[in-house]
T-cell receptor
Framework: EAGVVQSPRYKIIEKKQPVAFWCNPI?????LYWYRQNLGQGPELLIR????????DSQLPKDRFSAERLKGVDSTLKIQPAELGDSAVYLC???????????FGDGTRLSIL | GENVEQHPSTLSVQEGDSAVIKCTYS??????FPWYKQELGKRPQLIID?????GEKKDQRIAVTLNKTAKHFSLHITETQPEDSAVYFC???????????FGKGTRLSVIA
């Protein structure tokens, strides 16, 4: 089966600019996650979707971050405006259900100038 | 909330030797413990996982052990090979819809 697909792989922007990341989960996976991974750290959850519903967004900085999964399949994560501290790898993962193993995409490496 | 500590942060072993990475968790209700391998610039890949109803699980050269009483679990890699070199992350998840919490990772280097 095809894995989790993310795009773009790399993004370089200036601070205060907007940026968006896209994720296509594994077919049939109802649960989708967005994580942020800082250099030398483990992934940290930003938001979790069950189908199209965001069921855990407690760690999402809502003043500048937003996400959507309108049809319960693909998802986008947006940052507006980006700050220097947002530089990280943004990983998307999916699972058949929330109690099943998670599988990650390759991530988007974001660099803020 | 859950807190996961992982040790060591770096580990170097000779090819053919065994490697052991240890993690502790704080939430006694946690019941799922996966391990991920992440090569440089690549995605974290699930290599093995264990649920709290078993104490040990093996898959070829890798094994995971769980001690619920002490709240720690370990990854064991035997007969290490250079391609085992990567960063390994442990994680723990509690009951219900609590999130997966990751350790900070262990950078394993297998020296040929």
């Amino acid at each position: 089966e095809a894995g989790v697909v993310q795009s773009p792989r790399y993004k370089i922007i200036e601070k205060k600019q907007p940026v968006a990341f896209w994720c296509n989960p594994i077919s049939g996976h109802n649960t989708l996650y967005w994580y942020r991974q800082n250099l030398g750290q483990g992934p940290e959850l930003l938001i979790r979707y069950e189908n199209e519903e965001a069921v855990d967004d407690s760690q999402l900085p809502k003043d500048r971050f937003s996400a959507e999964r309108l049809k319960g399949v693909d998802s986008t994560l947006k940052i507006q405006p980006a700050e220097l501290g947002d530089s990280a790898v943004y990983l998307c993962a999916s699972s058949r259900a929330s109690n099943q193993p998670q599988h990650f995409g390759d991530g988007t490496r974001l660099s803020i100038l | 909330g859950e807190n996961v500590e992982q040790h060591p942060s770096t580990l170097s072993v000779q090819e053919g030797d065994s490697a052991v990475i240890k993690c502790t968790y704080s939430d006694s209700a946690s019941n799922y413990f996966p391990w991920y391998k992440q090569e440089l610039g690549k995605r974290p890949q699930l290599i093995i996982d264990i649920r709290s109803n078993v104490g040990e699980k093996k898959d070829q050269r890798i094994a995971v052990t769980l001690n619920k009483t002490a709240k720690h679990f370990s990854l064991h890699i035997t007969e290490t090979q250079p391609e085992d070199s990567a960063v390994y992350f442990c994680a723990a998840r509690g009951l219900g819809n609590t999130p997966l919490v990751f350790g900070k990772g262990t950078r394993l280097s297998v020296i040929a």
